[in-house]
């Protein structure tokens, strides 16, 4: 019997070290039944996407609170894109306010999640959106 | 405290009689919820009253303001003298822009300074790193060499401001740059006043920003505080902070467990690796507190922190000089307490976590700014944060007595029971060998991490409310202009950090990193190289990249 | 599939990291091409690091990483962490110690938690170990959490062994005597500046002095190496080049002695074990639990409506034809 588990990567790219979204996302997802693969802090966008093809999952879910999230989340998309992974999604979180988010879409971004949304809410997106692969 | 037996009797009589109206009514209607807690989830009774502090001995346990236990306050004269420091800390884009933000804040009336770097300096490199894309200038002022610092000062009296530095893996290198941009200006290292934050063990356990593994990260901390003692007697040399442990989601007891727990470490290992005597350097040593929603939580904590420390000093480490027991601490409120959702209500937020921070006795504040959530706070945003601090102080009265809620029962037996469980946590951690065994272990963090999803539960579950998020939210969106920091701060800062390579001296700056490297090897102390170093240009990541190589990496375990 | 298989050997990472996770995830495609790629496999040398939570094993893989990549050899990595018994997930953390590599093209990290169910974990990661062997990873590190019998197993597939201890961890050492002796090629005293080092060095000396000759297979006595703190550079990066030195040898030394091949019976015989278990029991249990019937069986053994002997020849009967 097949047995399809969503794997996820949580990462922080770019030198910002608030953890405390990430950390509290990465035990919400342990706890829904995800694999979650947990790169800590600091993180380059080569760093990224190398270890998200290398760990096969289905979604990278940045985390990025210093304001330098427009440049650094685009990065990963592309970086994964040049790395033929473009069908590994990247989803994005922190401070990013409302007029950054078509900029964000536009650049390739699944989803941004802001403080304040539900933990529940999250899963169910990744419940929804990601799908089984070949 | 106490009390004869007649208060005693009726007041047990009166209770009893209390006790049954209250069936009574909740017989007819129940609670609104069946536990009250603090936001901490310290669970809150409905009443308190001369029972729970009968035990407490006044002489002991609350005395009078400038006395042991010093739980009202160091200064005899409590704010009558002074109010405490206006600080507001600022930091955006370049040397230049955080300067003209630095000036508009004293015309304002703000009473000291605080610095926010960039990301590339808070971690050790140059805007032109790699590592840097796309974080130059963004939530902090960008520094590379002793020029941009020149510009940082420009017109600052820094023989009559003191200057907060919020700066911990390369607070050497900072506050080589202060040292020598006050030398340049004619100004003896004995005349100028400030505090860097420097507190190493606190970002092993909060806020991650690392550079060093924990001992030697500790040794660089301790050359400061021997600098600091021995030339720059102005200086407070470590801010020891609970702020950043509470932002990371710890509780309130948490927080001054863990950062109680790290100001004793320091000062074991000042006094084991320097050989210097406590009050040497105790008097020199400042905290930094958050003080977030939960009104009473927040007093009793900041309270309950000057005596454990008071006690701490004088019968652990055995010091003989008040001074050493006066627990001297910054606040800042709550940064994430702030919602983005409906912005204008964190103006209220912070006006009520700035009157605890008064109300618990701080010497020094910071007001967050209602766009904070969302962007660097903007000129309108922080003169309003900079008011709520003066309206406190000068209209609402509160500054005329000291220690005002002194003797209230609830918050006497509040500030008991948040000692007495920040106790248990210290204790916890001597068994351990220490607060850098309990890291290595992952201890606080974890205890942190539990906290921090314990609450993000509680919130989506309703049993905790944040106002505009999980209840009372409205769909309007309320707009607010955000400061936005564009690329070409970068794009410019690069081109000026490359002209200065091009022009400095370089055997000069060779020789300079010769001479770190060796002090760093020989376990000197690096704080006269980094001065000469930064004289010659050298820049943060240059230093910082020899404490690297000689002291190793340190990457965060990640621990669950 | 035989162009998955080339690309694969090609080293491409997005088809070996695919193809693990069609394995976890028990994809049935997935067990076709590996029937191409097992007789690709073999070449490489693998290691197998095993002790208690918190010995540090992570970090020293990075370290070994480094060793071998300085030594011109490519690297995969397999790191094994539980999955939680209550939610079915798992935070995978091992990797943030070796994120440095990430970028390196001759380094392949994968994380693989242990799913628990049935038992499948072995043979995941013995699957794994053939993926990377075939992509021409020369040394293949795996490093599993605790030492119960679940990554005994897993050491069989490993030519060489790492058994990882610290100092300080009181009597532990002898709960994990058992089992562990047989598969040890190297003792490693992590962390061994603390105390009680060379208490824990003397147990395990002990230890060997009262094991049979036949426990040691071509005379090699396992070392007992000595890491430092890994946050002193020099001497941690010296103590784990020792150590990659020291794996080298134990493997030249199962070339010289001829025991390679006894190596391979043994790792054969575990594969094997899976690979039944994987086409005769995981069938019947799946079948059984889709069927509800599983569950139901249980309830009769608690209230002690029956056996477990006469429900499982019952089962047999009906399945086994």
């Known amino acids: 019997m097949s047995e399809h588990i969503i794997r996820v990567m949580v990462a922080k790219p770019g030198l910002d070290g608030h953890d405390r979204g990430a950390r509290v996302l990465a035990r919400c997802f342990r706890d829904a039944g995800f694999e979650v693969i947990y790169t800590g802090c600091h993180q380059t966008p080569e760093q990224i996407a190398a270890a998200a093809i290398q760990e096969d999952v289905d979604v990278v879910g940045l985390s990025c609170l210093s304001g330098a999230h427009r440049y650094l989340f685009p990065a990963v998309v592309e970086q994964l894109r040049q790395r033929g992974a473009d069908d590994i999604d990247v989803v994005g979180g922190g401070i990013i306010p409302d007029q950054d988010f078509q900029f964000l879409y536009d650049a390739g971004l699944k989803a941004l999640f802001t403080p304040g949304e539900k933990l529940d809410d999250i899963v169910d997106w990744f419940r929804k959106n990601v799908k089984k692969r070949d | 405290m106490h009390f004869s037996k007649e208060v005693l009797e009726s007041s047990s009589r009166m209770r009893q009689k209390w006790e049954d109206e209250v069936k009574k009514v909740i017989a007819k209607g129940p609670d609104q919820k069946p536990r009250w807690s603090t936001i901490s989830d310290l669970e809150i009774k409905r009443l308190y009253g001369p029972e729970d502090i009968q035990h407490m001995d006044f002489e002991q346990d609350i005395g009078y303001p400038g006395q042991f236990p010093f739980i009202r306050g160091n200064q005899p004269t409590g704010y009558r003298g002074k109010y405490w420091t206006f600080r507001m800390f600022s930091g955006m884009g370049n040397a230049k822009t955080t300067n003209e933000r630095w000036h508009m804040l004293l015309r304002e009336g703000q009473t000291g300074l605080s610095t926010a770097f960039d990301f590339p300096t808070l971690m050790g490199y140059d805007t032109d790193s790699p590592k840097a894309r796309g974080e130059c200038g963004k939530c902090g002022v960008a520094i590379d060499t002793l020029e941009d610092f020149m510009q940082l000062v420009d017109g600052i009296p820094m023989d009559q401001v003191t200057t907060s530095m919020t700066i911990n893996p390369p607070a050497t290198v900072l506050w080589a740059m202060y040292c020598a941009a006050a030398e340049l200006k004619g100004i003896p290292l004995t005349k100028i006043g400030g505090t860097i934050q420097n507190d190493m063990l606190k970002e092993f356990i909060a806020q991650k920003t690392l550079m060093c593994p924990p001992d030697p990260s500790v040794k660089l901390v301790s050359d400061t505080v021997e600098f600091g003692a021995k030339h720059v007697p102005r200086w407070n040399t470590i801010s020891i902070s609970g702020y950043h442990i509470r932002e990371a989601g710890a509780t309130a007891v948490q927080e001054l467990a863990f950062t109680l727990r790290d100001g004793m470490e320091y000062v074991e290992d000042v006094i084991r690796r320097k050989g210097l005597h406590v009050d040497t350097f105790a008097p020199r040593l400042s905290f930094f507190f958050n003080s977030h929603s939960d009104f009473f939580e927040e007093i009793a904590k900041l309270r309950a922190a000057r005596r454990i420390w008071a006690k701490a000093m004088r019968d652990r480490y055995k010091s003989q000089d008040e001074r050493s027991w006066w627990m001297r601490f910054h606040t800042q409120t709550a940064g994430c307490s702030l919602t983005a959702q409906q912005p204008y209500n964190n103006v209220i937020r912070t006006a009520t976590q700035a009157l605890a921070a008064v109300l618990g006795g701080t010497q020094s504040l910071h007001t967050n700014s209602l766009d904070e959530v969302l962007c660097l706070p903007s000129d309108h945003a922080v003169q309003i944060a900079l008011r709520t601090q003066q309206i406190i102080a000068e209209e609402t009265g509160v500054a005329n007595t000291i220690d005002p809620l002194a003797g209230s029962y609830f918050v006497e037996a509040l500030t008991n029971e948040l000692e007495e469980k920040a106790w248990e946590y210290i204790h916890k951690i001597d068994e351990m060998g220490g607060m850098v065994a309990a890291i290595e272990k992952g201890y606080p963090q974890l205890e942190i991490a539990d906290a921090a999803y314990h609450f993000q539960k509680q919130i989506d579950a309703g049993e905790k409310i944040m106002v505009g998020v999980n209840k009372y939210v409205s769909a309007e969106p309320s707009p607010i202009p955000l400061v936005e920091i564009d690329d070409s701060v970068e794009i410019e800062q690069v081109k000026s950090l490359q002209a200065i390579r091009r022009k400095r001296d370089d055997k000069a700056v060779k020789r300079s990193l010769e001479d770190i490297k060796n002090a760093c090897k020989k376990g000197d102390n690096v704080m006269p190289h980094c001065i000469e170093a930064v004289k010659n240009l050298v820049t943060v990541q240059e230093v910082c990249d020899v404490y690297r190589e000689v002291y190793g990496e340190y990457r965060d375990p990640g621990l669950y | ?321």
């Not at chain 3, 539980?82 to 990430?102: C, E, K, N, V, W």
């Not at chain 3, 058994?163 to 994990?176: N, R």
């Not at chain 3, 058992?178 to 598969?183: S, V």
């Not at chain 3, 010296?238 to 043994?266: C, F, M, P, T």
């Open chain 3, 1 to 321: 599939m035989v162009d998955k298989v080339k690309k694969i050997q090609s080293g491409d990472v997005r088809s070996a990291s695919r193809l693990i996770r069609h394995i976890e995830d028990n994809v049935a495609e997935a067990r076709t091409t590996m029937k191409d790629i097992f007789p690709l496999t073999g070449h490489a040398h693998v290691v197998g690091l095993t002790g208690p939570p918190g010995a540090g094993k992570s970090t020293l893989v990075d370290g070994l990483i480094d060793s071998f990549r300085k030594m011109g050899r490519t690297v995969g990595v397999i790191a094994v962490d539980p999955t939680s018994p209550f939610t079915g997930g798992a935070i995978l953390g091992d990797r943030i110690r070796m994120q440095r590599h990430a970028e390196d093209p001759g380094v392949f990290v994968r994380s693989v938690a242990t799913r628990g169910a049935l038992g499948g974990l072995s043979r995941a990661v013995g699957d794994a170990i053939h993926i990377m062997d075939v992509m021409g990873k020369d040394v293949i590190l795996v490093e599993t959490v605790g030492t119960g019998q679940q990554e005994v197993d897993i050491m069989h597939y490993a030519h060489t062994v790492l058994v990882v201890l610290i100092p300080g961890m009181g009597d532990d050492i002898q709960a994990i005597k058992a089992g562990i002796l047989e598969i040890a090629s190297i003792f490693v005293i992590n962390k061994a500046e603390r105390e009680g080092s060379s208490k824990l060095r003397r147990e395990l000396v002990t230890m060997l002095n009262m094991a049979p000759e036949s426990a040691f297979p071509g005379g090699w006595r396992p070392p007992i190496l000595k890491c430092d703190n890994a946050f002193e550079p020099e001497g941690f990066s010296q103590s784990v080049s020792d150590l990659a030195l020291s794996i080298n040898e134990h493997y030249e030394h199962l070339v010289s002695k001829s025991l390679i091949g006894n190596w391979s019976s043994r790792k054969a015989a575990t594969e094997f074990n899976e690979a039944i278990r994987c086409a005769v029991l995981d069938p019947v249990l799946n079948d059984l639990m889709a069927r509800g019937e599983l569950d139901a069986m249980i309830v009769k053994l608690v209230k002690k409506e029956t056996d477990p002997y006469t429900l499982a020849e019952e089962i047999a009967s009906r399945y086994l034809k």
